[in-house]
């Protein structure tokens, strides 16, 4: 075909549909996996450098405590990443 004869359709994304992200767990039992693992490890991402503020607060944690509890964290992320890996192929 010549290119002036070729049509595209141009689809515009919705503005805003917040149970979009559902399509990504129907693609399949492997992406849905993935997807899961996804998921589950950025959860634990989104507090970022505030929970140390609430340790302290909340749970009256000092430096030592807090330093324990962020390698914890670590480890396990860590650990859980190494592990995730073969359960998704």
Known sequence: RPASKITTTEKRPPAFQPLAFRRLFMRGPRFARL???????????????????LARE????????????????????????????PSIR
């Open 35 to 53: 997807n899961a693992v996804v998921l589950l490890q950025s959860l634990t991402n989104g507090m970022g450098d505030l929970w140390q503020v």
């Open 58 to 85: 909340l749970r009256q944690w000092g430096a030592a405590q807090c330093g324990r509890f962020a390698a914890a964290a670590g480890c396990a992320s860590t650990l859980g990443t190494l592990l995730t890996g």
